[in-house]
Structures are given as structure tokens and as C-alpha cells.
DNA sequence: CGTTTGCTTGAATTCTGTCAAAGCAGGTGG
DNA sequence: CCACCTGCTTTGACAGAATTCAAGCAAACG
């Protein structure tokens, strides 16, 4: 079933087969519907998510109702809370589907006797994590001196795929500025 | 000479006196006049460092020759390209001393195998990592949906010492702003 | 179908940046 | 000790960027 994390496990993180089945026999399929939650304020984020199929993205409420998107998701990403996760404290955040989905979900301690079985496994998240961490510092750089059509711009090269299997109003609250902006840059950028 | 640093370690990391002086003896000391650097784009970071005392700033000069201010640390912080460090890839940033200071330099190799030493320390590191990790996230929500007003007074509620350790130039550049418009909300707020 | 959900548009308003000028130190050299 | 830099801050006028509010429209959904 999950043959997109096995094949990322083999390309990736150059797992033979037979380690790849191995993860895999601890994986467990998850299926949603659109707008279905996957983590939501309060629960403790229990395992590691990769996207076989679908879109979800990440977000938080603030006090007066604003949301402010984290993260947008596809099929071969990782989503995830990783603080939760991390840190096993309740999380703030919301990961929702935003089109029907299928994950797979590796139970944290599972993946944490697996990553000690298997050094390619260890390189691979270290690696997806520290590359979380200088996305988050690009992307931290980019809102303090860039005007919202240069982030528009940048994330339309950086992520075309997003940009159209996401909402409007996602995209926009993902770059900070209000949908009814980002619908004026489009019609500028049309014409 | 590094007794914050050993304080920190003990309290902190929980380490015993002897464990403590034990990761000290591979600590070189560092000190930097005013506006001298630690670190510049395209070397690499060889040590993790933690500031006895002064003040520094790292930040990137982008290709319009605007600067941009990643992080701001006086005594008791660590300061890093955490990136070129884990990677040991070039930099792309600037460290550079506002203030006089001193530093203490615990070397990569040194460091990695303290940390499979003392488990203690391994922890202590997870755990700033992870901290460093979540603060950039909250700073990344934080700019995405609140105005320069709130941003700055949560600046200085959260580090009421840096606001008024550096120039206003440095604190709007954090903030993402122009130095007259913080200069025009500080004396909005003096009223 | 009707309902919901998301997109577009425009006008008024607020927020923030730009530019230029002047003020205010702190440090330096004479 | 003074005069002069130099670097940083303040101020104000103005332009541009971005939000708000309200209305209408289109597509998708059940």
C-alpha cells in the first residue's frame, strides 16, 4: 500500500528492500476526507507522516481568529507538528486535509528503535530536519526585507505545485498578507 | 576564565564539577573588539559558541545591500550558523561583536564526542536545538500575521535586555522594518 | 437545485517605506 | 579641552503598500 514511502526509503535513504519492508511493516495506513483534522490543538503528535497521496496544511488560530499556515503539504512530503512530536507536548497547531489523502504513519517509538537499527534511516531525518530548519530560516530572512509580491513571486518558483492545488486563501495567509492582495497581484501579474 | 560557561553547564546541563571542567579544557577563548566579526560568508563554523560577554548579532547582506538580522545574544546565549555548523557547508551569514566580548569555543570534533560521553550534555543540546527550532517557528508566526506595533511590543516584553543593549537600527532590522518607522513607534509610545 | 465556499473588484482607510534635513551623541585628533 | 568627525536617531512630508469592508460572481458540493 504505501509504495511512494517505500520508494523514498530506497531512494532516499538508500534502504534495501528488505529494510524498506521492514519500516514499511510498521507503518500504519491512514485515509482522510477532505477538510478531516490529523492533529489538532491539545493532542500530542505520536507519529511521523508522510503523504502517499492528497494535500493537508498545517496552521494555528490565533486569540482573534486569524490563521497563520505553517506548512503546505503533498504527496512525498512529511507533515507533521515536529515540536509535538519532538518534545511529546501538547501541540498548538492544526494539520488538516484539503484534499481527500492517504498517510502513512510510523508510531514514534517504533521509528526510534528503527533509527538506531539503521545508520541510512538516522542520515535521512537528520537531514529532512535540518533542512526544516534552514527552510524556516530562508523563509524567516525573506519575510523581514521582502514586499509581498516578491514572496509571491519567489514561492510561485519555489513551490509551483502548491500554488495551484492550494486555495487562494491558503497561499495567502502562508505568505502573511490578506487573500484579497494576493487576488490583486494575480490580476497584475496576468496582465 | 569561561565561568558563565561552566555555570551554565552545571546548573543547566546538570553536569558534575568534574564533567563540567572536563568539556572546559577543550574550550578555547575568543575575544572580539567592537565590530569585529566571528564569522563571515563562505567560511565554515567550527565550533559552537557561547558568549561569556558582550554583545553580537549575526545577520545576511542580501543582493540589494539590505542587511537582515537572524538573531541577537548577549552573555549566558550561544550564537551560531547552526546550518554551516551541522552541515559544515559555507556560510552565508555575518557574526558580529556590537559590544566587546568574550567567547568560548568548544570545538565540532570535541564536542561530538563529549556528547556521546555525557549524556547530560546530549540533552541539554537536544534541547536547545529543539528550542531554537520552535522559537524561529513561533518568530515565522508571528511575523505572518501581526503588525510592526505588536511585533515590537512583544520584542520587548520578550527580551526587555536587548532593546536596550542595541543600536535601534539592529532591533528594527530584526523586526523587519525601516529604522525611522521603529523610531516614529518608540516616540508614539513614550506619549 | 439551493447552499456553501472561494474568488474578484473597488473605494476608503491605515500602515509602512522613502527621502531629505536636522539633531545628538561619542570618539578622535589636534 | 575643544572642534570636528562619524554614526545613529529623530522628525515630517509624501508615496506606495496592504488591509478592511462590502458587494457580486462563479464554481463546486451535497
Not at 509504495?3 to 531512494?11: A, G, I, K, R, S
Not at 498517510?103 to 537499527?117: E, G, M, Q, T, Y
Request: overall charge neutral; glycine content about 4%.
Amino acid at each position: 500500500m504505501p509504495e511512494n514511502l517505500q520508494l523514498e526509503l530506497q531512494t532516499k535513504a538508500l534502504l534495501s528492500e528488505a529494510e524498506a519492508k521492514e519500516v514499511l511493516s510498521h507503518v500504519q495506513v491512514k485515509t482522510l476526507k477532505r477538510k478531516e483534522f490529523l492533529l489538532q490543538p491539545g493532542m500530542v503528535s505520536q507519529h511521523m507522516r508522510f503523504i502517499e497521496s492528497g494535500a493537508l496544511r498545517s496552521y494555528t488560530i490565533e486569540d482573534d481568529g486569524s490563521e497563520h499556515t505553517l506548512q503546505l503539504g503533498v504527496e512525498g512530503w512529511w507533515i507533521n507538528d515536529l515540536y509535538s512530536y519532538l518534545t511529546q507536548q501538547a501541540s498548538r497547531m492544526f494539520i488538516q486535509a484539503t484534499e481527500p489523502a492517504v498517510l502513512s504513519l510510523i508510531p514514534k517509538p517504533a521509528l526510534d528503535v528503527l533509527l538506531r537499527k539503521h545508520p541510512g534511516l538516522s542520515y535521512y531525518f537528520l537531514d529532512k530536519f535540518q533542512k526544516a530548519y534552514v527552510a524556516l530560516q530562508e523563509r524567516t530572512l525573506e519575510q523581514l526585507g521582502n514586499d509581498a509580491k516578491d514572496r509571491y513571486t519567489r514561492f510561485c518558483e519555489q513551490y509551483p505545485q502548491l500554488e495551484q492545488r492550494f486555495p487562494q486563501y491558503m497561499v495567502a495567509s502562508y505568505l502573511g498578507i490578506t487573500p484579497e492582495f494576493l487576488s490583486q497581484l494575480r490580476s497584475k501579474f496576468r496582465s
